[in-house]
């Protein structure tokens, strides 16, 4: 069983930073990958980026490309989201989740995929 517990969320104006955290527990194999995802109200949950534990490699969809930062920190099992220049747009529940499975890109940040979720940290940019 894994655990994943999110937190850095918070109220931020536009033009600023916030980095987040995904702390995971339980059983945590070399394999694994953790992604970062959003949810609008009223919009389906969005991924964003994701990363793999033995190699550190990522993937990015274009809308945060550029803007959005992540890595990991193997020692303490945490995966961070570097988040720079925000819009409002960018307002969401940011959720992390780890997957067990190696899928190609175009399944890389698909929803449906992962098997463990966080809780959710809120995300609010507003001046």
């Known amino acids: 069983q894994v655990q994943l517990v999110e937190s850095g969320g918070g109220l931020v104006q536009p033009g600023g930073s916030l980095r987040l955290s995904c702390a995971a527990s339980g059983i945590i194999l070399e394999s694994e990958t953790i992604g970062w995802f959003r949810q609008a109200p009223g919009k389906e949950r969005e991924g964003l980026s994701c990363?793999?534990?033995?190699?550190?490699?990522?993937y990015y969809v274009d809308s945060v490309k550029g803007r959005f930062t992540i890595s990991r920190d193997n020692a303490k099992n945490t995966v961070y989201l570097q988040m720079n220049d925000l819009k409002p747009e960018d307002t969401a529940v940011y959720y992390c989740a780890l997957r067990r499975r190696v899928y190609s890109s175009n399944m890389a940040l698909n929803p449906k995929v992962y098997d463990y979720w966080g809780q959710g940290t809120q995300v609010t940019v507003a001046s």
């Open positions: 990363i793999r534990r033995r190699d550190g490699s990522t």
